[in-house]
């Protein structure tokens, strides 16, 4: 009975929907007159029965335990119970797993690093290079367009890994000025290492770096055997092991004590040791760990190895540094990313807890002895001693942080100023100007030091005034600053890895600047320079590449050659590839410096180098990057250049054979079409390589084929081409994408060579090649997609357009859409270069036929189709005809569709055909398409408004105003609040469709209209885009012409009172070319009348158009000279700078305009009100005066100009010297040859000659 009370208790603590029925008596009474023992048998009977039933029908989740299948095809997230009070009856179905996933406690390194189950199927993915590009694109057509917005100004941010490499490069000690002049005497034996230590130093790390990779091809074969101890009797006095006895243990034991052996013992128990004896004990560098420098040693002070110590810390800011420690070499602290909470953790200060707690009822407890307190592995990381640049990585910015980070960094350095910014990072470099040192009490040395540091801070962070004072105080005071000085701060701030490219272009300009002032001074620097600018030399930017080279060329020309080839000669064979790289390259640009005759010698050596394969291969990429960066001046030295390399192309090392090739190719590029000659040797060997090379190597040798078959002459040039084409045609089918490159590459010359016949490639070339080549898949491919369209020209260049369009018209209609836009690129490309004159009848239908398929089954509208269209369409010309009405209609549907981007193109189409159409004659189609353009002037985009207004604009053009639907009086007032849109393409072609209706036609619409149109043209003069601003001065020409100058002359001139000095400039060009329209007399009264009125910018914008004005009517101005001379009297003789200026520049145009028709007493009398300016401190208005004199000199001559100049070409003073110099030296530039007349005889009897007098 007890059995089964609790059996219906657990059944209904298990399933609460399960009710015991109170009122079923007799089922109760039953049960309860059951004995145990029958209950018992039941229950077994029934679970039998349920577990054969559940065998039956295949259930797997029959629990025996409580007789129930889960017959449910959900899964339970919780439990119907509460499993942390009660137990589960049954089988946990959650047992054996783990219910949670640890967070932060380092359960997760249990976890395997990869599925070791062996796997049936190979599993394939593509490499990280083509995911990336999938990705992120190639960077030119892909480029998310909000990644600039993103992009930080860090250099290192956008640098290769392999860019990056040059922060593994270290600042090199001085080096020993071997051609200083006490160097001979033998007294600058100490100033720094020598050659011979250099050469010895790159010897011992090439030993190094082969020892390295000799033990990593031994782990990688799995040769490597793990040291294990050699067995030796305990006792045995071999003499083999008496260093082992006495070199193996680090600890000194008593000589009564048996020695124990170092290999046989696990763990040494110090409990059983005697005390240690103090003696001395030898020991080996093996068995020692790495001392932390800088530690304390208890024993006698010896002589240490640098391999026993691990690099250590070098101390951080101004302690004990002489130069400025990089903050790469700082000790750096993990970073919390945010979770850091340990500032809200910290312990609390006594004067804090009492400001929390009040002061009465509390008693300070002493910690009890032996107390630790506990601390985490985030906190003890956390207390590591903090980099003095702040910390690195990402940081949640709170309030409370960003005021303690503000108190860190200085606000005002003294003796500095105020600075546009300081960084975190400038503290290790600058920290010594904070720290409140007493100058007084420094030495020389650290004072200049300081004065250094002021300086370059001032340059790096300072305002644009305060740079430019800076820099010159560093330029002016380079020798007295000295070289070392200079460098040992300038160079550590260039190898700064947060440098940001506005601050390395400061700090590389005082180099360049120094560099001028320090001359033979900076030869003990110079491999530190370099080691900081050679890195430039492969930078991404072009001006960071040309800033490097000049800084190299500079520093060649200051340290001289022989300095630079000892400097650099190390580098050559250097162990890493990076540095062989910029070395070369900094190598070309001192042979650029220095002349290639002075450095061919050397390279000469360099290139038949038998010692090191690596110098050999650094000579050719010098060799190959001199006409790389030279051109064609290598011409004169190309001879001794293909000498020095041409031995290589049979060396062993395949990469110097490669790079051998590749200079080849470059040189040969460099000296197109010329130079055949100097390559003469080496086409032999050149030939034999390439049919013996494959891969990579075949690659460079095709390149240096390709750029040496255009030299030759064209019977040679059949006959290389025919012997170099079967391997072009084998590597037709080469995987390889650079191949591919090459290949295409080298088609492409010979098919431009002229000893290559269009038979030839017809035969032997076109169908392999379009066969390996016009693929799908190279339409998807961006490496080569470009390559394959140019190749493809190149040919048809030659073959002809029919043989071309003939073999891919029929990919117009392909199902990739890539593939139609490629073949519509190239027949937009052949037919644009050779027309479409070889294009047959039948070719011509399915040509049309296949590029309206391709135009309306684009996806996506692009410029491609759109030029490929147009281009096929004005080639046939009249051909046309039979098809225009089928194109009118797709252009009609396509105008309607509802996709902007579709209606655009359709509006840019009918511009691109409109002059096909008036050509054949199909007027009524134009007069629809004009119907309709005008229906869908209400466009709401304006990039498809701009588009509309050009269509009208050509229609307007070719039509004519007469047979134009809609008439142009409906149009007109259409077009006038359009003006007002502030889209840039609707003002442009807005205006430029108004200004050919008033060029045309002005008559089919009145005055006021125009009237109108002129007061809108007023706010276009305010555009940015100059486009829009000259199209506005055009038409209010156009106007003027049509309604007469008054109207439009009186809105122009009210306009030259408004404040904006754009708007003004364009209305004095207005109005300069309504006088050039309308003849000046209509425009000169009323704008010398507006002169009068005693306003500043009035004035201004008067003698700005008389400017324009004048030099616009040119040879008309004679008329009108002595009428605008006292004018121009006033405005010389103004208080107001732009006055003056302004007015030179009339007098400028004017004397040019009348040059030669007899002026010249105006022109004597502006003269006389010019001189006085001479001495103007404005260099704006200095450049207008000697403009105007200068002009003024070829009016009047240079004799009468010259007596004004004799007089002050010798005077004591500079600054009035100067502007005389400079125009008798303009003079004498510009008018030696009439100058001759007019110098003083000489009245030496030796030097007369009077048949010369005659004659002159």
Not at 839 to 866: A, K, N, P, T, Y
Not at 939 to 957: D, F, H, Q, W
């Amino acid at each position: 009975m007890t059995l089964w009370l609790s059996r219906a208790f657990s059944i209904t603590k298990t399933n609460p929907n399960y009710i015991i029925p109170l009122n079923d008596q007799c089922k109760r009474s039953h049960i309860a007159t059951m004995s145990d023992s029958d209950f018992e048998t039941i229950r077994k009977l029934q679970a039998e029965r349920n577990a054969a039933s559940a065998g039956k029908k295949g259930s797997k989740t029959f629990d025996p335990s409580n007789q129930r299948t889960d017959v449910s095809t959900k899964a339970s997230l919780t439990e119907s119970f509460d499993t942390s009070l009660y137990d589960r009856d049954g089988s946990d179905k959650f047992a054996g797993y783990n219910t949670s996933i640890a967070v932060a406690d380092g359960d997760d390194d249990e976890m395997e690093e990869a599925d070791n189950s062996r796997r049936l199927v190979g599993q394939y993915t593509a490499s990280r290079e083509q995911m990336n590009e999938f990705a992120h694109g190639n960077g030119v057509e892909e480029e998310d367009i909000l990644l600039g917005r993103e992009k930080s100004a860090r250099i290192s941010d956008r640098e290769t890994d392999y860019q990056k490499r040059r922060y593994d490069r270290v600042l090199t000690p001085t080096r020993a000025d071997a051609f200083a002049a006490n160097r001979q005497a033998g007294a600058a034996a100490e100033d720094g290492e020598s050659y011979r230590d250099v050469m010895a130093r790159r010897e011992l790390e090439r030993e190094e770096a082969r020892v390295k990779k000799a033990i990593e091809e031994k782990i990688a074969n799995g040769e490597t055997t793990h040291h294990a101890a050699t067995l030796i009797k305990e006792g045995s006095g071999s003499p083999g092991d008496k260093e082992n006895k006495e070199a193996g243990s680090t600890e000194a034991v008593a000589s009564g004590r048996k020695r124990k052996q170092r290999w046989d013992v696990g763990a040494d128990s110090t409990s059983m040791a005697p005390p240690p004896v103090e003696e001395k004990v030898k020991r080996s560098r093996w068995d020692q760990t790495p001392a932390v420098g800088g530690a304390a040693v208890d024993e006698t002070p010896r002589r240490r190895s640098r391999w026993d110590q691990a690099p250590a810390a070098t101390p951080i800011g101004n302690q004990g540094l002489a130069t400025p420690m990089h903050p790469s070499q700082m000790p750096v602290m993990p970073t919390a990313f945010g979770t850091d909470i340990s500032s809200r953790n910290a312990p609390l200060s006594d004067e804090e807890l009492d400001m929390m707690l009040p002061s009465e009822g509390y008693k300070i407890l002493e910690p009890p002895p032996g107390y630790a307190p506990i601390r985490t592995i985030a906190q003890k990381i956390m207390a590591t001693p903090a980099p003095a640049a702040g910390y690195g990585g990402f940081m949640m910015q709170d309030p409370e942080s960003g005021r303690q980070l503000q108190k860190q960094l200085p606000t005002e350095i003294p003796g500095v100023g105020d600075l546009m910014f300081f960084k975190a990072e400038d503290m290790a470099y600058f920290g010594k100007l904070t720290d409140g040192s007493d100058e007084n009490s420094m030495s020389v040395e650290e004072l200049k030091e300081r004065k250094i540091m002021r300086l370059l801070l001032k340059v790096k962070n300072g305002t644009p005034s305060m740079r430019k004072t800076a820099l010159r105080q560093l330029t002016d005071n380079a020798k007295q600053f000295g070289a070392g000085p200079l460098f040992n701060q300038i160079l550590p701030l260039l190898m700064e890895k947060t440098l940001e490219d506005q601050e390395r272009h400061l700090l590389v300009k005082v180099i360049d600047r120094i560099l001028y002032k320090l001359d033979e001074l900076v030869r003990p620097y110079v491999h530190k320079i370099l080691v900081v600018i050679e890195p430039l030399l492969i930078d991404q930017d072009y001006y960071a590449r040309v800033e490097g080279r000049e800084i190299i060329s500079n520093l060649s020309k200051a340290a001289g050659l022989a300095h630079m080839i000892s400097t650099m000669r190390p580098d050559i064979d250097h162990v890493d590839e990076y540095v062989r790289n910029t070395t070369a390259r900094a190598f070309a640009v001192v042979a650029s410096a220095l002349g290639i005759p002075a450095l061919l010698p050397f390279l000469r050596a360099v290139c038949r180098s038998k010692k090191s394969w690596q110098a050999r291969h650094t000579g050719v990429k010098i060799v190959q990057q001199i006409p790389i960066l030279m051109g064609c001046a290598i011409l004169p030295h190309l001879k001794g250049l293909v000498d020095c390399i041409g031995g290589n192309l049979n060396d062993d090392q395949t990469k110097v054979r490669t790079v051998t090739s590749l200079a080849i190719a470059a040189l040969a590029e460099a000296a197109n079409p010329y130079g055949i000659e100097s390559f003469d040797d080496i086409l032999n060997p050149l030939w034999t390589g390439a049919r013996k090379q494959r891969g990579k190597g075949l690659a460079g040798f095709l390149k240096a084929v390709g750029y040496i078959i255009p030299l030759m002459d064209e019977e040679y040039a059949n006959y290389y081409t025919g012997q170099i084409m079967e391997i072009l045609l084998r590597e037709f089918s080469s995987p390889d994408e650079e191949m591919k490159k090459v290949v295409l590459k080298v088609v492409s010359q010979c098919a431009g060579t002229d000893g290559v016949t269009a038979g030839y490639l017809k035969e032997n070339v076109l169908d392999e090649f379009f066969k390996s080549f016009w693929v799908r898949r190279m339409a998807l491919d961006k490496r080569n997609y470009r390559q394959v369209v140019e190749t493809t020209v190149d040919l048809g260049q030659k073959v002809g357009v029919g043989e071309i369009v003939e073999r891919i018209v029929n990919n117009l209609k392909d199902e990739s859409e890539a593939y139609r836009k490629m073949t519509v690129e190239t027949i937009e490309k052949v037919i644009a270069s050779l027309g479409a004159a070889d294009i047959g009848e039948r070719l011509e239908e399915r040509l049309i036929d296949g590029i309206l398929h391709s135009f309306q089954e684009q996806s996506v509208e692009d410029i491609v189709m759109l030029n490929g269209f147009g281009t096929v369409v004005n080639a046939l010309g009249t051909r046309c005809k039979p098809y225009l009405p089928q194109i009118v209609s797709t252009i009609l549907w396509r105008l309607n569709n509802k996709s902007a981007t579709v209606r655009q193109q359709a509006a840019d189409l009918i511009s691109r055909i409109a002059m096909v159409m008036k050509q054949c004659g199909e007027d009524a189609l134009m007069g629809k398409l004009g119907v309709v353009l005008y229906e869908y002037l209400g466009e709401e985009y304006p990039e498809v408004l701009g588009s509309i207004l050009g269509a009208l604009r050509s229609i307007v053009t070719v039509v004519g105003i007469n047979q134009m639907q809609p008439p142009i009086k409906d149009l007109l007032p259409r077009l006038t609040p359009i003006l007002r849109n502030r889209h840039e393409k609707v003002q442009e072609n807005t205006i430029d469709l108004v200004g050919r209706i008033a060029d045309r036609g002005p008559e089919s619409v009145n005055a006021r209209e125009w009237m109108r149109i002129c007061f809108e043209l007023l706010d276009m003069l305010k555009a940015h885009k100059k486009g829009i601003r000259r199209a506005a001065n055009n038409t209010f020409g156009f106007i003027a012409k049509a309604i007469g100058p008054q109207d439009v002359l009186a809105t122009l001139l009210n306009n030259l009172r408004v404040q904006e000095r754009q708007s003004r400039v364009c209305t004095a060009v207005a109005i300069g070319i309504v006088a050039e329209t309308c003849a000046p007399f209509t425009v000169l009264p009323a704008l010398m009348n507006e002169y009068r009125v005693p306003e500043l910018n009035v004035q201004n914008g008067v003698l700005k158009s008389l400017s324009f004005l004048f030099e616009y009517i040119g040879e008309m101005a004679k008329d009108y000279v002595y009428a605008i001379t006292p004018l121009l009297e006033d405005a010389l003789i103004d208080r107001d700078q732009v006055h003056r200026q302004t007015a030179a520049s009339v007098v400028k145009h004017v004397a040019l305009g009348v040059v030669g028709l007899g002026c010249e007493d105006a022109m004597l009398h502006l003269l006389n009100l010019l001189y006085p300016n001479l001495f103007e401190t404005s260099p704006h208005v200095i450049d207008r005066i000697v403009e105007a004199i200068e002009a003024i000199r070829m009016a009047v001559g240079p004799g009468l100009v010259l007596n004004y100049v004799w007089a002050g070409l010798f005077h004591p003073a500079r600054k009035v010297r100067q502007p005389y110099w400079t125009l008798y030296n303009s003079a004498y530039v510009l008018s030696a040859d009439s100058m001759i007349p007019y110098y003083p005889n000489m009245d030496d009897e030796k030097m007369d000659r009077p048949d010369l007098a005659i004659v002159i």
